[in-house]
């Protein structure tokens, strides 16, 4: 274990040598690393922004920990501090450090920023911190404009800056890099004696969304979408030359500085943006303090345009002056480069060894943070091929923009291609790896028809009337899982339970052996995951649905690595109870032992018999199951969607699903009020039952 005054927490000291190196992405990762296997993770910053301002990466990291810190604990001193008395205040860091550490199994330590007064001896101060916290140094090296002899140059300074102050160095991070330079950089760093990765230059993670372009003119909104002020302006565009040469020079994601007087150019870009082919731009700014002509701005009014205007008194030298100078920020609310900074430390950084290299203890408890990115690890491990229906749904794009960043899985999206990629574009996310299709104008809606009419035949079902379901969005999206053409669909963001598991019944089918089609939850708690069905399909089920339900619940259970022991829940426990409702438990318990003599199942049992170990050896001792339970199974709809959400609201759990259980392939409906982060972690779990039911999980 590596730690001075809290042998027990491991930490990690992130620093630089200077900078503008993009060392929030690489603590973004790191965070998400140590969270995804450890059960309390802190952050602190020795060093903070002298003033007024929040120190925004602090929040932003702080926004994804997963101890209890506040932001005034997680600072140690200003930049006053140390200029005024470097000694003091680093004797006050330790202290404010080994007070968060000891509330937390492992602390990401982020150095200073170079921001106020830096000095060339900064990182010889930042090395003499993570000394006296005992903890290892991450650097963090700028790679861009650089050659990689330059780069192995820099790395080497550092290295003896380092040594100096007997900090110990376990890896080095070469951010943002040429892209075509990746590989050559960690082979020029190989004889550097320890683990070197390289991540590429992304403009995203440095381009300010229109909202800070904004406030950098002092700008105010004229028209469009207030939500679309949060895109990032990927390049800025000063509009002086003639309507059809600045069409010429249009971009996706562009911003265009132009006078509100230049009526022409003003309605080429508006067009623009609205036309199929052309690329979508980020905004249009009006310089100089000048408004358009009434009728112009009567034409565009009436236009109801999403695309962002903005208007500023200054002129057009400093409006595209400010605008240069403005630097986005990988913050909290600016998700595109929060996914962006994931998906560069996923993809270009060893998890694995990084973890080996700081030591961090791996916990036997599972918190909500861990097992999310246990689903999305998985999921990408399996990558498997989703359908997602309901693509003009704004939180369904957002969603497939973070599943395909981070390459959870290949997805074909329904609906118009040239709406559903205009508004993708608009929303600033990339679709560019996915399938659109849509089934008004599918070449395969015909040969859906006539594979649904046959299915459907000894219903009286026309190829006619076929053609009419099959067009449906649910339909279609369930044609392509039946058919191979995806591995699993998502949907129920915009529509009910029934229209999204309706076909599925109609055309997937029950698995072998099951005739029930169930759900669970998988209840995440502060230290453990635990499966809960039937909360969402089966009202009233039989002791026959009930069997069906547990076998189910246990399977499911068990591909997301929860040990399955089964609890069949009733008012009563063991034999001390009887009546309608527990004989039926009782008999679904001695049904699933039949079915499936191989599995820990008890029942019936009441919910604190099945799950405290104290209660459950004074009702039933001599059971597998009780006080240990993982699987509960409830005697009715009524019951088990009560209490999931007791439970969620009251104990603070994380409640992921419904999962769909029991169809030969998987289909998984959404809540109407799912979130973005919500749709991925269905897609992950659909995913992974895909890669189950293909036996091909790892």
Known sequence: MIGTGAPETSS??????????GKSTVALGVLQMLCAITASVGVFRPIARTGDERDYVLELLLDRTTADIGYDEAIGVTYDQVHADPEAALAEIVLRYHAVAERCDAVVVVGSDYTDVASPSELTFNARIAVNLGAPVLLVVRGVDRTPAEIVHLVELCQGELAAQRAHLVAVVVNRCDPSELDAVAEALAPAGV????LPEAPLLSAPTMAELQRAIGGERYGGDPELLQREVLKVMVGGMTAEHILERLTDGVAVIVPGDRSDVLLALVNAHEATGFPSLAGIVMNGGIRPHPAIA??????????????????????AAAAARTRGRVAVGSPAKVDTALALMEQRVDPVELIRLIEVPIPTVTTPQMF???????????????VLPEGTDDRILRAAGRVLQRRIADLTILGDEATIRGRAAE???????????????????????DEYARLRASKGMTVERAREYVADISYFGTMMVYRGLADGMVSGAAHTTAHTIRPAFQIIKTEP???TVSSVFLMCLADRVLAYGDCAVVPDPTAEQLADIAISSAQTAAQFDIEPRVAMLSYSTGESGSGADVDKVRAATELVRARAPQLLVDG?????AAIDPDVGSAKLPDSPVAGRATVFVFPDLNTGNNTYKAVQRSAGAVAIGPVLQGLRKPVNDLSRGALVADIVNTVAITAIQAAAEAGAIE
């Open 12 to 21: 990690v000291y992130i620093a630089s040598p200077e900078g503008a190196t």
């Open 195 to 198: 683990p070197a990765w390289t």
């Open 298 to 319: 009567e034409l565009i009014e009436n236009m109801h345009l999403r695309l962002p205007i903005l208007t500023t008194d200054l002129g057009t030298y400093d409006t």
């Open 372 to 386: 999310e990115y246990q689903l999305i690890h998985r999921a990408r491990v399996n990558r498997r091929h989703i």
């Open 427 to 449: 929303l600033g996310v990339d679709l560019t790896a996915a399938q659109v299709l849509d089934p008004a104008t599918s070449d395969l809606l015909d040969e859906f028809a």
């Open 513 to 515: 052996g099951v005739d």
């Open 604 to 608: 019936p049992i009441q919910y604190d």
